[in-house]
């Protein structure tokens, strides 16, 4: 099993900026890729940004979203860094962990922007 804990949200103005973070924990081992999706209300979940044997971003973060990722102990952080938000950005964010058939997923944070 992998745990997944988002944190980093919450009310940013528009062209604001926000920084995500998804600590991983347990069976760490083997965890193939990595990526943050987000949901909005009445919307599917839509990958943002992807990180395994190559970064992938979606069209619409690409040049505004950085994701990254570091190493400290048993842990794996996952960053999603955030700029120029849009009132359109603001949705539920989730870290999302792949191993092989399996994926793990977090219990997301949110994300508004509004002025």
């Known amino acids: 099993q992998v745990q997944l804990k988002e944190s980093g949200g919450g009310l940013v103005e528009p062209g604001g900026s926000l920084r995500l973070s998804c600590v991983a924990s347990?069976?760490?081992?083997?965890?193939?890729?990595m990526a943050w999706y987000r949901q909005a209300p009445g919307k599917p979940r839509d990958v943002v940004a992807y990180?395994?044997?190559?970064?992938?971003?979606a069209d619409f973060v690409k040049g505004r979203f950085t994701i990254s990722k570091d190493y400290a102990q048993n842990l794996v952080y996952l960053h999603l860094q955030m700029n120029s938000l849009q009132p359109e950005d603001t949705a539920a964010y989730y870290c999302?962990?792949?191993?092989?058939?399996?994926?793990?997923w977090g219990q997301g944070t949110q994300v508004t922007v509004s002025s």
């Open positions: 999302a962990a792949f191993k092989k058939a399996l994926d793990y």
């Open positions: 347990g069976n760490i081992d083997s965890i193939t890729a």
């Open positions: 990180t395994g044997n190559r970064i992938e971003y």
